[in-house]
T-cell receptor
Framework: AQSVTQLDSHVSVSEGTPVLLRCNYSSSYSPSLFWYVQHPNKGLQLLLKYTSAATLVKGINGFEAEFKKSETSFHLTKPSAHMSDAAEYFCVVSGPGGYNKLIFGAGTRLAVHP | DAGVIQSPRHEVTEMGQEVTLRCKPISGHNSLFWYRQTMMRGLELLIYFNNNVPIDDSGMPEDRFSAKMPNASFSTLKIQPSEPRDSAVYFC?????????????FGPGTRLTVT
C-alpha cells in the first residue's frame, strides 16, 4: 500500500539559512511524488512533482526535491529561507488503482525567524 | 485560467440546517475531489469523481453528507442536517487523469462553521 511519512511536524529556521523538510514514502510500484504548500487560510498549492524523469526536481520559489529510490525518500530543500516561506508543507504520493487519488502526509509546519 | 472556484468562501449556519458547498473545476479536467481539513484530523478525502461519476465515496463520514456532479463544470457537497462537528474547511480539487503525475489543483476552500 502507498503511504508517506513526514519526519518532522515542525521545523524552525532563520531567514537566509537552508531549509530541509524530510519525507519518506512507501509504494508497491514506481510512484509519482509531490510537495504541496499551504499558507495560512489558503488552499494547497503545488510546489513540485516527480514522475520518474529526472530525480532532482525543481519547483517554484526556489524549492527542489530529490527522489532517492534506495532510501525511499523525497526530501524538500531550499538554499535560503525567506519569511514568506513560513507555511505548512505536505509530501504526497500517488495512490493505487489507476485513478489519480493522492495520499497526503501529515504535514510539516515551517517557521522562519528574522 | 481561473483555477478551481469554490463558493461560498465562508459559511456560518446553525445546527440542523442544510449546507450546500459548490465547486467549479478547472476547464478540461476530468477528475474532481472533495476534501475536509480540521486541526484534529488533518486533510481527509471525502469523495472523488472521474468523468462526473463517483468513484470512491468511502471517506464520506455518514449519510448526512452527499455529493453530486451533474456536469463536467460543477459539483456540490451537501450536508443535511449539519452538526457542530462538521465545522471545518472544505476543499475542492480537480485533476486531469492521464499519464504523467496526476497532480491536483485546489480551490481556496470553504470555511464552514456550524453553531
Amino acid at each position: 500500500a502507498q503511504s508517506v511519512t513526514q519526519l518532522d511536524s515542525h521545523v524552525s529556521v532563520s531567514e537566509g539559512t537552508p531549509v530541509l523538510l524530510r519525507c519518506n514514502y512507501s509504494s508497491s510500484y514506481s510512484p509519482s511524488l509531490f510537495w504541496y504548500v499551504q499558507h495560512p487560510n489558503k488552499g494547497l498549492q503545488l510546489l513540485l512533482k516527480y514522475t520518474s524523469a529526472a530525480t532532482l526536481v525543481k519547483g517554484i520559489n526556489g524549492f527542489e526535491a530529490e527522489f532517492k529510490k534506495s532510501e525511499t525518500s523525497f526530501h524538500l530543500t531550499k538554499p535560503s529561507a525567506h519569511m514568506s516561506d513560513a507555511a505548512e508543507y505536505f509530501c504526497v504520493v500517488s495512490g493505487p488503482g489507476g485513478y489519480n487519488k493522492l495520499i497526503f502526509g501529515a504535514g510539516t509546519r515551517l517557521a522562519v525567524h528574522p | 485560467d481561473a483555477g478551481v472556484i469554490q463558493s461560498p468562501r465562508h459559511e456560518v449556519t446553525e445546527m440542523g440546517q442544510e449546507v450546500t458547498l459548490r465547486c467549479k473545476p478547472i476547464s478540461g479536467h476530468n477528475s474532481l475531489f472533495w476534501y475536509r481539513q480540521t486541526m484534529m484530523r488533518g486533510l481527509e478525502l471525502l469523495i472523488y469523481f472521474n468523468n462526473n461519476v463517483p468513484i470512491d465515496d468511502s471517506g464520506m463520514p455518514e449519510d448526512r453528507f452527499s455529493a453530486k456532479m451533474p456536469n463536467a463544470s460543477f459539483s456540490t457537497l451537501k450536508i443535511q442536517p449539519s452538526e457542530p462537528r462538521d465545522s471545518a474547511v472544505y476543499f475542492c480539487a480537480s485533476s486531469l487523469k492521464g499519464t504523467g503525475g496526476y497532480e491536483q489543483y485546489f480551490g481556496p476552500g470553504t470555511r464552514l462553521t456550524v453553531t
